[in-house]
């Protein structure tokens, strides 16, 4: 069993040769994206507190999985 953040699974991808062509990231608990700022969100969970999170950043905080479909590059 092995565990990446977006940006290392994407290395490993691109450094196998391959193009992402789609990807989806499985959220846990769920967010909805809607109800996300475009920047400026706050996350806090006990004393930790991380302050202007992006969207994005947000919902790949809360991914569990990344499901990728990769293909060779041309």
Not at 45 to 67: I, V, W
Request: no cysteine.
């Amino acid at each position: 069993l092995r565990f990446f953040s977006w940006d290392s699974l994407k290395g490993l991808l691109e450094g196998a040769g391959l193009r992402i062509s789609r990807a989806q990231a499985l959220i846990d608990p769920p967010l909805d994206p809607q109800r996300l700022n475009a920047q400026g969100n706050v996350f806090q969970h006990g004393k930790l507190t991380l302050t202007g999170l992006s969207r994005d950043e947000m919902l790949r905080l809360f991914a569990r999985e990344f499901l990728v479909l990769a293909r060779k590059a041309r």
